[in-house]
């Protein structure tokens, strides 16, 4: 069982899913990272480092995370595994939160995998790779276009998964990578107690989504919080961190947290110094002024992605 020793991250906050007992403290962490890497394949097979992931998980849960996002198809497999490994038995209040909807290709492609048997496939591989006899939480990810969310009705995939949740395999049900119309027609299904969609300071097309999520209590978790593979890059960005004696990738996250009560962040990262930073930015105060500089990121048209990998 790993010691818990609370550095601040309850200064952001916590958050009740809707309709649930679950609450979880808004700094969070995503687990994406900690896969490896294969050539191009991405968020492929082992990390170089197994025991430094599983350092990182540790400190993640000493520290009072008690969110942490994953999915079965990061590695594949690998990830889930790592978070066993490290984690398990499992603190009583860890929410671990996955996603089904994709399988991976040998080439390291995301494939769609929405039929019935794919989907319950995925919620038992996850069962059996996080040593679990329930899911807490599980995303519905839909891909009719991988990258970004795009129109096509969800009510099939949805409702297998709406099943599962009867069965008692899955606890709560969430959306990921959709649009408002694709929300509205899985409200009508089951209820979705939170939201997963590509957002950050510079990539905002769902400024309204997020404050109508709110409006209903429903958690909105952005991913790629930092830019994902191309982490986030402004000159307004490094001269307001250099102003509050912080690196850029905390204000960003405190940025996040600062933007609305429902959002929870998971930034990723396989690096335990990364962790260590990020985790501060809980308790970032960002003044009225400092907000509205970073605001205008996302007009200044300064921001230019440049690929790490
Ligand atoms: N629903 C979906 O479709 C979906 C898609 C993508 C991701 N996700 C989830 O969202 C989580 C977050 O996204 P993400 O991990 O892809 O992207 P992210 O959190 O935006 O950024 C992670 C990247 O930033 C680097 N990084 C982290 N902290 C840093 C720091 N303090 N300074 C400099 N670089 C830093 C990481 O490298 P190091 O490892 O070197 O720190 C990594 O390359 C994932 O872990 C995953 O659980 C969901």
């Known amino acids: 069982m790993v010691q818990k020793v609370n550095q601040g991250i309850t200064s952001a906050g916590s958050f009740t899913f809707p309709g649930s007992s679950l609450t979880v403290n808004r700094m969070g962490y995503g687990a994406m990272q900690l896969a490896g890497r294969d050539g191009n394949k991405l968020v492929w097979g082992p990390p170089r480092d197994v025991d430094g992931a599983i350092a990182v998980l540790r400190e993640v849960i000493a520290s009072g995370v008690n969110h942490i996002d994953t999915s079965d198809f990061y590695g594949p ?5 790592i978070i066993k490994k490290a984690l398990f038995p499992y603190p009583d209040d860890l929410v671990i939160v996955t996603k089904v909807g ?7 492609s995301w494939i769609p995998a929405f039929s019935r ?20 939480f599980v995303n519905l990810r839909s891909a009719f276009d991988i990258h970004k969310p795009a129109e096509g009705s969800i009510e099939a995939p949805l409702t297998v998964l709406a099943e599962l949740q ?16 694709q929300i509205a027609e899985g409200r009508r299904i089951v209820p979705i107690v939170g939201v997963q969609n590509q957002y ?11 404050a109508d999520l709110a409006r209903d209590g429903i958690a909105y978790v952005p991913f790629f919080p930092l830019g994902g593979f191309n982490p986030l890059q402004s000159e307004t960005l490094s001269e307001v961190a250099s102003r509050l004696d912080a690196t850029p990738m905390q204000v960003a996250l405190a ?22 930073e990020n985790l501060k930015a809980a308790s970032l105060e960002l003044s009225a ?9 996302r007009l200044e048209g300064a921001w230019a992605p440049t690929p790490r990998h």
């Open 77 to 81: 497999h690998v990830t889930n595994q």
């Open 102 to 108: 994709a399988r991976r290709g040998e080439d390291g």
């Open 117 to 136: 048997e794919e989907l319950t496939g995925s919620v038992h591989d996850n069962l059996r790779n996080l040593g679990l006899d329930a899911l807490d």
């Open 166 to 181: 009867q069965k008692g395999l899955i606890r709560h049900i969430g959306l990921s990578n959709v649009t408002a119309a």
């Open 200 to 210: 950050n300071l510079a990539h905002r097309a769902d400024d309204a989504l997020v």
């Open 255 to 276: 940025w996040l947290l600062h933007r609305s009560p429902n959002i929870l962040v998971i930034p990723g990262t396989s690096s335990l110094s990364h962790l260590r």
């Open 289 to 297: 002024d400092v907000l509205a500089d970073l605001d205008a990121i």
